[in-house]
């Protein structure tokens, strides 16, 4: 190197190096900053320092015509390339990125990047380095040599020396020889137009870039490195990015396995950054709960110092940091989720490069107050709130378009109609799947549309095509709905699974529910659901006539499925004709747990009186009747729940009587199966069940009185009735009933 030329040879997202790097630039004062980025990112560097671009984020460089060929460059504040590209745009310096074009990474075959010699390179130069000096722990030596520091210039001379003898001997790789073969070129560009010129790059390349050496490799030679070499057409974008993902290594930049304490000693440099982490740790303690006073902080900062010095280290570092905290505070994996990793998320601006549809996402983010976070959170929406309705579309059509950022869950009041319960957490990589359905349209409820009529043309099963209908209404996408429709009724119209048809009622009875709460049109399900409905009531005895185990515990589920979905939309069907169906079932030949289930269906929908249902029940469970198909009846008529045993003491009795009847060898055969079936209910069903054949009285639970106020019980009848979605009469019809 000359005084024209400087190489600061760092280490990706490392805090120290990062400090070196500001010290040095405000000593050289450069004309021009070169970074190591790939070479298109120059023009997304302006972005740098402004506020909308907070960091961690990184440059999203992918092939234009195949999105899900990309790859990122993450950048956090305490990255060095972060600190010069923003110490250069304050400093109005010019600043370019000199690595490979991405255009021909991206466009390179995997058989290019090959050593020509493997068993000559080394495999990880810090440990070279720190093995030299007696360090088992590479990262360790390097965060005491390094990243604690943040020297200035003095430190990139010892770098440099350091990896000139590391890389002696060693053999590069093909796409490495490009890429420094690039850097050395636009090197000595700069060179011609300045006097003082700056490189940022990772400390492996310093020896190889530097053009001023004796042993310098010719500009001629780059120039048949890099002749010929196959392009693609990129773009390149700001997306963020956050501490969790930098984690691990991805694309060009490095991964750092403690990025929320890289970011402290950046940000608290020296002895008295670690008393202020465990300020921080005391903190996070005491939002979960967890005891940490004073003392504790004393203690804690003294023992990490102590440390230190058992362990001979120069400093205290990470693990003295929570060993001590550990040892003192407790709440290890607390401390280190919270400011080891740490859940630090980036953000970027409108006018920053980003494509459509990515654009029109953050402005519905930030319409629908739903930030994107990499934590795991679970929000509830009432969807009879404009911002709950809006959040509850937003969610459902990125699910539409193939990017999971929420789950609906069993939550709170999930069984309403007006309420949702998501599971929600961003992840980084998801820009990437934006990027690549960016072509199916410009907006989320545009790309989402034309993603689901995509995905339902392809569907394979009947079910499948009932839940993209009933995802489109819940998206709210009207231009999904009726191409779907059409697709479901002609689908319909030709399968001849029973089993396939009854399974589409339950999405499509769902569809409807959500009709009234979100104002979508369900005319349009009515036909599809009613053509259905008549079929699974033509074929299903048909295909109940012969079934397996198997095959009769799928038809018990979907016989339940139906009846819910027939009950959910109050179906016409579900008061005459699903239970002429079922009492075809419960009475003909077929499967024990098929008419098990029947019956029970017939029980509880009020179709069979109870001496009915126990003529039928005693007759399955009579000494003619072999066990195994006794016990299937049971199975078929009590699963899920033991409620109707509990309050029919009939009932009770037959089954009671017909277990003791059994003999030994058929009760050994029977007991496995009736195990399955009564270890399903809940447990207070059990205990009341024990305490029933045992002889004790069924608990009662006593009543509300007589002395109830007349006015105060209408008006909660009132509520009820509103609840129920009821008539509420008025003071009129009122005094007209009395």
Same mark, same amino acid.
């Given at each position: 190197?000359?005084?024209?030329?400087?190489?600061?040879?760092?280490?990706?997202?490392?805090?120290?190096?990062?400090?070196?790097?500001?010290?040095?630039?405000?000593?050289?004062?450069?004309?021009?900053?070169?970074?190591?980025?790939?070479?298109?990112?120059?023009?997304?560097?302006?972005?740098?320092?402004?506020?909308?671009?907070?960091?961690?984020?990184?440059?999203?460089?992918?092939?234009?015509?195949?999105?899900?060929? +990309?790859?990122?460059?993450?950048?956090?504040?305490?990255?060095?390339?972060?600190? +010069?590209?923003?110490?250069?745009?304050?400093?109005?310096?010019?600043?370019?990125?000199?690595?490979?074009?991405?255009?021909?990474?991206?466009?390179?075959?995997?058989?290019?990047?090959?050593?020509?010699?493997?068993?000559?390179?080394?495999?990880?130069?810090?440990?070279?380095?720190?093995?030299?000096?007696?360090?088992?722990?590479? &990262?360790?030596?390097?965060?005491?040599?390094?990243?604690?520091?943040?020297?200035?210039?003095?430190?990139?001379?010892?770098?440099?020396?350091?990896? /000139? +003898?590391?890389?002696?001997?060693?053999?590069?790789?093909?796409?490495?020889?490009?890429?420094?073969?690039?850097?050395?070129?636009?090197?000595?560009?700069?060179?011609?137009?300045?006097?003082?010129?700056?490189?940022?790059?990772?400390?492996?390349?310093?020896?190889?870039?530097?053009?001023?050496?004796?042993?310098?490799?010719?500009?001629?030679?780059?120039?048949?490195?890099?002749?010929?070499?196959?392009?693609?057409?990129?773009?390149?974008?700001?997306?963020?990015?956050? $501490?969790?993902?930098?984690?691990?290594?991805?694309?060009?930049?490095?991964?750092?396995?403690?990025?929320?304490?890289?970011?402290?000693?950046?940000?608290?440099?020296?002895?008295?950054?670690?008393?202020?982490?465990?300020?921080?740790?005391? %903190?996070?303690?005491?939002?979960?709960?967890?005891?940490?006073?004073?003392?504790?902080?004393?203690? /804690?900062?003294?023992?990490?110092?102590?440390?230190?010095?058992?362990? $001979?280290?120069?400093?205290?570092?990470?693990?003295?940091?929570?060993?001590?905290?550990?040892?003192?505070?407790?709440?290890?994996?607390?401390?280190?989720?919270?400011?080891?990793?740490?859940?630090?998320?980036?953000?970027?601006?409108?006018?920053?490069?980003?494509?459509?549809?990515?654009?029109?996402?953050?402005?519905? !983010?930030?319409?629908?107050?739903?930030?994107?976070?990499?934590?795991?959170?679970?929000?509830?929406?009432?969807?009879?709130?404009?911002?709950?309705?809006?959040?509850?579309?937003?969610?459902? %059509?990125?699910?539409?378009?193939?990017?999971?950022?929420?789950?609906?869950?069993?939550?709170?009041?999930?069984?309403?109609?007006?309420?949702?319960?998501?599971?929600?957490?961003?992840?980084?990589?998801?820009?990437?799947?934006?990027?690549?359905?960016?072509?199916?349209?410009?907006?989320?409820? !545009?790309?989402?549309?034309?993603?689901?009529?995509?995905?339902?043309?392809?569907?394979?099963?009947?079910?499948?095509?009932?839940?993209?209908?009933?995802?489109?209404?819940?998206?709210?996408?009207?231009?999904?709905?009726?191409?779907?429709?059409?697709?479901?009724?002609?689908?319909?119209?030709?399968?001849?699974?029973?089993?396939?048809?009854?399974?589409?009622?339950?999405?499509?009875?769902?569809?409807?529910?959500?009709?009234?709460?979100?104002?979508?049109? #369900?005319?349009?399900?009515?036909?599809?659901?009613?053509?259905?409905?008549?079929?699974?009531?033509?074929?299903?005895?048909?295909?109940?006539?012969?079934?397996?185990?198997?095959? /009769?515990?799928?038809?018990?589920?979907?016989?339940?499925?139906?009846?819910?979905?027939?009950?959910?939309?109050?179906?016409?069907?579900?008061?005459?004709?699903?239970?002429?169906?079922?009492?075809?079932?419960?009475?003909?030949?077929?499967?024990?747990?098929?008419?098990?289930?029947?019956?029970?269906?017939?029980?509880?929908?009020?179709?069979?009186?109870?001496?009915?249902?126990?003529?039928?029940?005693?007759?399955?469970?009579?000494?003619?009747?072999?066990?195994?198909?006794?016990?299937?009846?049971?199975?078929?008529?009590?699963?899920?729940?033991?409620?109707?045993?509990?309050?029919?003491?009939?009932?009770?009795?037959?089954?009671?009587?017909?277990?003791?009847?059994?003999?030994?060898?058929?009760?050994? &055969?029977?007991?496995?199966?009736?195990?399955?079936?009564?270890?399903?209910?809940?447990?207070?069903?059990?205990? !009341?069940?024990?305490?029933?054949?045992?002889? &004790?009285?069924?608990?009662?639970?006593?009543?509300?009185?007589?002395?109830?106020?007349?006015?105060?019980?209408?008006?909660?009848?009132?509520?009820?009735? $509103?609840?129920?979605?009821? $008539?509420?009469?008025?003071?009129?019809?009122?005094?007209?009933? #009395?």
């Amino acid at each position: 190197m000359t005084e024209r030329l400087h190489l600061l040879g760092i280490r990706h997202h490392g805090p120290g190096s990062a400090r070196s790097v500001l010290a040095a630039l405000d000593e050289l004062d450069p004309q021009v900053v070169l970074v190591e980025s790939p070479a298109e990112t120059t023009a997304a560097f302006e972005w740098v320092g402004t506020e909308g671009l907070v960091p961690p984020v990184a440059l999203l460089g992918h092939v234009i015509d195949q999105p899900h060929r +990309a790859v990122f460059a993450p950048l956090a504040s305490f990255s060095p390339e972060w600190q +010069a590209i923003r110490w250069a745009n304050e400093h109005e310096v010019a600043v370019e990125a000199i690595d490979l074009p991405l255009a021909v990474t991206l466009a390179a075959s995997p058989d290019d990047d090959r050593l020509t010699d493997a068993a000559t390179a080394p495999v990880d130069p810090l440990g070279a380095l720190a093995a030299a000096a007696g360090e088992p722990d590479a &990262e360790r030596w390097w965060d005491d040599v390094i990243e604690h520091r943040g020297d200035g210039l003095p430190a990139f001379a010892a770098v440099a020396e350091a990896m /000139a +003898a590391v890389r002696a001997g060693s053999v590069t790789s093909t796409s490495e020889e490009r890429r420094e073969a690039h850097m050395r070129k636009r090197i000595r560009a700069a060179l011609k137009e300045h006097e003082r010129v700056v490189v940022v790059c990772g400390a492996w390349h310093v020896p190889a870039i530097d053009v001023t050496g004796s042993g310098a490799t010719s500009a001629s030679a780059d120039a048949a490195t890099l002749r010929g070499l196959p392009k693609a057409k990129v773009a390149v974008s700001w997306v963020p990015w956050t $501490h969790q993902r930098l984690a691990t290594a991805t694309g060009y930049g490095a991964g750092v396995r403690s990025p929320g304490w890289y970011d402290h000693v950046f940000r608290h440099p020296g002895a008295d950054g670690v008393a202020r982490f465990f300020v921080d740790a005391a %903190q996070v303690l005491r939002r979960a709960d967890l005891s940490a006073s004073p003392d504790h902080l004393i203690a /804690a900062t003294r023992m990490a110092d102590a440390l230190a010095a058992l362990r $001979h280290r120069p400093r205290a570092g990470l693990d003295e940091v929570l060993d001590a905290a550990d040892a003192v505070m407790g709440g290890r994996p607390l401390v280190r989720r919270e400011l080891v990793v740490g859940d630090a998320i980036g953000s970027v601006p409108d006018d920053a490069p980003q494509v459509p549809l990515a654009r029109d996402l953050a402005k519905r !983010q930030r319409s629908a107050r739903l930030k994107p976070e990499s934590n795991d959170a679970t929000v509830e929406l009432d969807l009879r709130t404009p911002n709950g309705l809006r959040r509850s579309h937003l969610l459902h %059509q990125m699910n539409a378009i193939g990017v999971p950022w929420g789950t609906l869950t069993e939550g709170r009041g999930s069984s309403g109609t007006f309420r949702e319960t998501w599971d929600v957490a961003w992840r980084p990589e998801w820009s990437i799947r934006v990027i690549e359905y960016a072509g199916y349209g410009t907006t989320v409820e !545009q790309a989402a549309a034309n993603r689901l009529i995509e995905r339902a043309g392809s569907a394979a099963r009947l079910v499948d095509l009932a839940e993209a209908l009933d995802l489109a209404l819940l998206a709210d996408l009207p231009d999904a709905v009726d191409p779907i429709v059409h697709e479901l009724a002609t689908r319909a119209a030709n399968d001849p699974d029973v089993g396939d048809l009854m399974a589409a009622l339950g999405p499509l009875a769902t569809a409807q529910r959500y009709g009234d709460v979100r104002t979508t049109d #369900r005319d349009a399900l009515a036909s599809v659901f009613d053509g259905l409905v008549v079929r699974v009531l033509a074929g299903v005895v048909p295909a109940c006539a012969s079934l397996d185990d198997d095959a /009769a515990a799928l038809m018990v589920e979907r016989l339940s499925e139906t009846q819910q979905a027939l009950a959910l939309v109050d179906h016409v069907a579900r008061r005459r004709a699903f239970p002429e169906v079922l009492e075809q079932l419960a009475d003909g030949p077929g499967h024990g747990l098929v008419h098990g289930r029947s019956t029970r269906i017939l029980h509880d929908a009020g179709r069979w009186a109870s001496d009915v249902v126990e003529r039928r029940l005693g007759r399955a469970l009579s000494g003619g009747t072999p066990p195994a198909v006794g016990a299937a009846f049971v199975e078929g008529f009590l699963a899920g729940s033991g409620a109707v045993l509990v309050h029919d003491a009939d009932l009770l009795a037959v089954v009671d009587r017909w277990l003791s009847s059994l003999r030994p060898e058929a009760f050994d &055969e029977t007991v496995p199966l009736l195990r399955r079936t009564f270890g399903a209910f809940e447990s207070a069903e059990r205990r !009341q069940l024990g305490r029933l054949v045992a002889g &004790e009285q069924r608990e009662v639970v006593a009543g509300y009185g007589a002395d109830l106020d007349p006015e105060r019980v209408e008006a909660a009848l009132v509520t009820v009735r $509103h609840l129920l979605g009821l $008539h509420v009469a008025s003071d009129v019809d009122r005094s007209g009933a #009395r």
